[in-house]
T-cell receptor
Framework: DAMVIQNPRYQVTQFGKPVTLSCSQT?????MYWYQQKSSQAPKLLFH???????NEADTPDNFQSRRPNTSFCFLDIRSPGLGDAAMYLC??????????????FGPGTRLTVT | SQQGEEDPQALSIQEGENATMNCSYK?????LQWYRQNSGRGLVHLIL?????REKHSGRLRVTLDTSKKSSSLLITASRAADTASYFC???????????FGTGTRLLVSP
């Protein structure tokens, strides 16, 4: 009954080598999010999609890009990973909220290691 | 910037005891949510309280919200070892469809 699926769960990449993380959902939610979470810290929003509309956070580095080809899938591309990009990457979804923000459903995360 | 600050940063208790975590935030909100995260896993939504609500219950969880003080608390009663996790508050203050997470409280419940 997995609702938000992230692949792979663990990813090792080399410094500067592009990497793509994937997320899929079976909830048919129109909002999808990517968060970065470093050890013992809060999740930090990188960007989110409202349907096909892409919303980038002001402090998200240009090194991070995203694609959402359809409702179910969303990808996080890191063009040139640096050692500081090693983190857990969390994908989440939510319904369209008319008043405030609905609860978010998270995937299990992808732990990225950069060597 | 961080919207929520949580207190304490870490809490260690025995099974059966109650655990209380506090969250303070800076700007007005529509709702405040609490999430749980087991080590190395994704977050799980626990409870949502709207700005016009003062208290909400869900099983062993009790959440309060004081908008005048811009603070919320999460009480877990009769804690179990399985409650060991990090707990985060999150607010929607920074824009529609977005949540900003607090710094989190790491709870350790010993058998």
């Amino acid at each position: 009954d997995a609702m938000v699926i992230q692949n792979p769960r663990y990813q090792v990449t080399q410094f500067g080598k592009p990497v793509t993380l994937s997320c899929s959902q079976t909830l048919n939610h129109n909002v999808m999010y990517w968060y970065q979470q470093k050890s013992s810290q809060a999740p930090k929003l990188l960007f989110h999609y409202y349907d096909k509309d892409f919303n980038n956070e002001a402090d998200t580095p240009d090194n991070f890009q995203s694609r959402r080809p359809n409702t179910s899938f969303c990808f996080l591309d890191i063009r040139s990973p640096g050692l500081g990009d090693a983190a857990m990457y969390l994908c989440a979804t939510s319904r369209d909220g008319l008043a405030g923000t609905y609860e978010q459903y998270f995937g299990p995360g992808t732990r990225l290691t950069v060597t | 910037s961080q919207q929520g600050e949580e207190d304490p940063q870490a809490l260690s208790i025995q099974e059966g005891e109650n655990a209380t975590m506090n969250c303070s935030y800076k700007t007005s909100i529509n709702n405040l949510q609490w999430y749980r995260q087991n080590s190395g896993r994704g977050l799980v939504h626990l409870i949502l309280i709207r700005s016009n609500e003062r208290e909400k219950h869900s099983g062993r969880l009790r959440v309060t919200l004081d908008t005048s003080k811009k603070s919320s608390s999460l009480l877990i009663t009769a804690s179990r070892a399985a409650d060991t996790a990090s707990y985060f508050c999150a607010t929607d203050a920074q824009g529609f469809q977005k949540l900003v997470f607090g710094t989190g409280t790491r709870l350790l419940v010993s058998p």
